[in-house]
């Protein structure tokens, strides 16, 4: 699958979450968002410290605009319910993504 309809694909699956959890107050959708989140965030960060066990990530690319609208709109949701962890977690997963994608080289 092309990289681009990877992060729509796994991005619609998170908005879709939201919804589920926030809209419809599905119960366990916000602890399946809240998990998802939190080991985004651990994969993400021990990738950038480069340890001993950590291993290369392959992160999906969009174009920044599109991502960054994106974040905003997921980070307002998270905010507007409540869930500041998360919306923290959420936050630092994606500084952590930028800063994985910078290190990488190029592959033109």
Not at 38 to 46: D, E, F, K, R, Y
Request: proline share 6%.
């Amino acid at each position: 699958m092309d990289r681009r309809l990877d992060w729509i694909a796994s991005n619609g699956l998170l908005a879709a979450g939201l919804y589920f959890a926030i809209v419809a107050q599905v119960g366990w959708a916000q602890y399946a968002i809240t998990a998802f989140t939190w080991w985004m965030l651990a994969n993400c960060a021990t990738a950038l410290i480069g340890g001993p066990g950590s291993r290369p990530v392959s992160l999906p690319t969009a174009p920044p605009l599109q991502a960054m609208v994106f974040d905003l709109g997921v980070l307002a949701v998270m905010f507007v319910a409540h869930w500041y962890w998360t919306a923290f977690a959420y936050a630092m997963m994606s500084g952590c993504a930028v800063l994985i994608r910078e290190r990488t080289p190029s592959k033109r």
